[in-house]
């Protein structure tokens, strides 16, 4: 493994103490996990200490962790994860944070901290139904206003759940229920009798 990696998480351990949760080195990143009372007082030492200097969020989605590992996770279902550069020391690290209602996930806004979090947490928002506290202007950014639901949640249904189709009776778009019949998506293998020669 890199020795500016171990370097990275050497001096991550020592700042930060019990704020981590947990730390993981593997396939030559690095990856931290913090609680939720501690994800703004964690990403602000990030980026001030220059130590670290992560000065750029390069990424921040939401993930929904209710199927993982073939359905035996018993963690938390919502989980947010940023990645962070530092240009001044050329590291990068990946930190996670999970929120701790299933029903109400609410996690801090990085907004405030890194300006690029803006429009991610507008994504995890809409996608995900990850609410963050904090953030000046949450709302739908990808789906339409009526928009019913967070199409990024394993539990959302695949085909939706209302449809949008343009009525020339009415001269207007409409909104229905969707007229999709459910269908198995199993592929068949169907041969004919004597297929390549057999009897």
């Given at each position: 493994?890199?020795?500016?990696?171990?370097?990275?998480?050497?001096?991550?351990?020592?700042?930060?103490?019990?704020?981590?949760?947990?730390?993981?080195?593997?396939?030559?990143?690095?990856?931290?996990?913090?609680?939720?009372?501690?994800?703004l007082e964690v990403a602000t030492i990030?980026?001030?200490?220059?130590?670290?200097?992560?000065?750029?969020?390069?990424?921040?989605?939401?993930?929904?962790?209710?199927?993982?590992?073939?359905?035996?996770?018993?963690?938390?279902?919502?989980?947010?994860?940023?990645?962070?550069?530092?240009?001044?020391?050329?590291?990068?690290?990946?930190?996670?944070?999970?929120?701790?209602?299933?029903?109400?996930?609410?996690?801090?806004?990085?907004?405030?901290?890194?300006?690029?979090?803006?429009?991610?947490?507008?994504?995890?928002?809409?996608?995900?139904?990850?609410?963050?506290?904090?953030?000046?202007?949450?709302?739908?950014?990808?789906?339409?206003?009526?928009?019913?639901?967070?199409?990024?949640?394993?539990?959302?249904?695949?085909?939706?759940?209302?449809?949008?189709?343009?009525?020339?009776?009415?001269?207007?778009?409409?909104?229905?229920?969707?007229?999709?019949?459910?269908?198995?998506?199993?592929?068949?293998?169907?041969?004919?009798?004597?297929?390549?020669?057999?009897?």
């Open positions: 493994m890199s020795d500016r990696l171990i370097q990275l998480s050497d001096t991550l351990q020592r700042f930060l103490e019990e704020r981590i949760q947990k730390i993981e080195l593997a396939r030559r990143e690095l990856t931290i996990e913090v609680s939720a009372a501690h994800y990030l980026r001030d200490n220059p130590e670290f200097h992560f000065e750029q969020l390069i990424d921040l989605c939401g993930v929904d962790y209710s199927d993982y590992a073939d359905g035996t996770w018993s963690g938390p279902r919502f989980a947010v994860v940023s990645h962070l550069l530092s240009i001044q020391h050329n590291w990068r690290l990946r930190l996670r944070v999970f929120a701790t209602d299933n029903d109400y996930p609410l996690l801090a806004s990085m907004a405030p901290i890194w300006n690029s979090a803006n429009w991610f947490e507008r994504e995890a928002f809409d996608l995900f139904g990850i609410l963050f506290e904090g953030h000046e202007d949450l709302r739908r950014i990808l789906t339409d206003y009526g928009f019913i639901g967070h199409p990024f949640r394993k539990d959302f249904p695949i085909s939706g759940n209302v449809e949008v189709r343009y009525d020339p009776e009415l001269k207007r778009v409409v909104y229905q229920p969707v007229t999709i019949d459910p269908r198995e998506v199993t592929p068949r293998v169907i041969r004919e009798e004597q297929y390549g020669g057999l009897k």
